[in-house]
């Protein structure tokens, strides 16, 4: 059976989802030092519980659909790509998933960002020391569950499940606007979690890695993982969840062709450190989200708070630098972002 047409939908759903949302790690930061509240980190980790749950039933239906986290290189060079990372990104204006919903918005000048992308990639394969395959690189936990503790772990994420589709339907149900309610100019932060989360979840089961952040590092390394996307069906998807997020901005009013001729210099350094960082870890923060944390992957449990801190520190120098800070408060499981600058290009 030819899955393409179903992965591209899915994939549609994923950049369609993450543009009404405001999905950002860079903006997450953000609200953390603005209110001293993680309302996109929750919604993060929704995202994981979701596609670990997806993961699971499909494994209970097909147990050959398991797709363990390969991985190249040494934990501490994780823990050093996530954090140059998070610099990239807080460099750039943005991370992965930002970087394609404010190209998707006619943003001009994240086009640098890419190709910067690939060069550091490039970079970091001819100057890093190389690494032997150091395995699946699984957390291993110092206890063993038994069955009956796995099935109700199991049964509270399917409680929890239950539990979020009511409060995300209910309303919508109500109301009786479906249709108002999948095109409302931004999504609550639930919502786009379960969307992401569901349809990453089986888009992982399918098609195995297939966040662009990885594919990128695949394609310029030339390293072809077994639990990995082919690059044809991978340029599909890509093409896909950009046009997902195109659609969204342009069915939001939103599309506006701008290119601010100061950050592409930003955008080009920013991205140059992102790939060179998405290199070593592997992959950017949406393959740590969608594909590493949820397969709980060591090197993904590493990178990622370490990416955090890189943003974190490199949002304060530039901070102090600029004298300009990015405020971002959420309520009623929506952001609301108030730009440093007129040209930004953080959601």
């Known amino acids: 059976m030819n899955l393409l047409p179903v992965s591209m939908f899915l994939a549609f759903v994923v950049g369609f989802s993450a543009h009404r949302a405001g999905v950002c790690t860079v903006a997450a930061v953000a609200e953390l030092r603005s209110t001293r509240q993680a309302r996109l980190f929750i919604s993060f980790l929704k995202t994981i519980l979701w596609i670990l749950l997806i993961s699971k039933l499909l494994l209970l239906w097909h147990p050959e659909l398991a797709r363990p986290w390969q991985v190249d290189s040494g934990i501490w060079l994780a823990l050093a790509g996530g954090f140059i990372f998070g610099v990239g990104a807080t460099v750039n204006g943005g991370c992965g998933f930002s970087t394609i919903s404010k190209l998707a918005q006619g943003n001009l000048h994240l086009a640098f960002t890419l190709p910067a992308f690939m060069a550091g990639v490039k970079t970091a394969l001819y100057t890093l020391p190389a690494s032997a395959p150091t395995g699946l690189a699984t957390l291993v936990l110092p206890f063993t569950l038994n069955q ?5 772990l199991f049964a ?3 409680a929890w499940a239950v ?3 009511i409060l995300i339907l209910a309303p919508v149900i109500k109301s009786r606007r479906l249709l108002p309610s999948l095109f409302a100019n931004r999504y609550r932060l639930s919502t786009g979690a379960a969307l992401i989360g569901i349809s990453g979840g089986l888009l992982y089961a399918i098609n195995g890695k297939w966040a662009y952040s990885s594919l990128l590092v695949q394609t310029v390394t030339g390293r072809n993982s077994s639990h990995s996307v082919s690059p044809d069906i991978a340029v599909y998807l890509f093409i ?6 195109v659609f969204s901005a342009v069915s939001g009013r939103r599309f506006r062709f701008s290119f601010a001729g100061d950050q592409w210099t930003r955008n080009l350094a920013g991205g140059f450190l992102m790939g060179f960082g998405a290199m070593m870890v592997p992959g950017g923060n949406s393959a740590l989200i969608l594909q590493g944390l949820p397969q709980l992957s060591l090197h993904a449990i590493t990178a990622y708070p370490a990416m955090v801190l890189g943003i974190l520190i490199t949002m304060r120098i530039i901070e102090q630098y600029t ?6 408060s959420c309520s009623r499981d929506q952001c609301r972002v108030e730009k440093p600058e007129a ?3 953080i959601p």
Do not use: P, Q, T
């Open 240 to 245: 896909a969840l950009l046009a997902g997020a």
């Open 163 to 165: 539990r979020e589709l």
């Open 343 to 345: 040209e930004s290009n």
């Open 156 to 158: 509270a994420l399917v």
């Open 148 to 152: 009956v503790a796995r099935w109700l």
């Open 323 to 328: 004298g300009k800070a990015l405020y971002v």
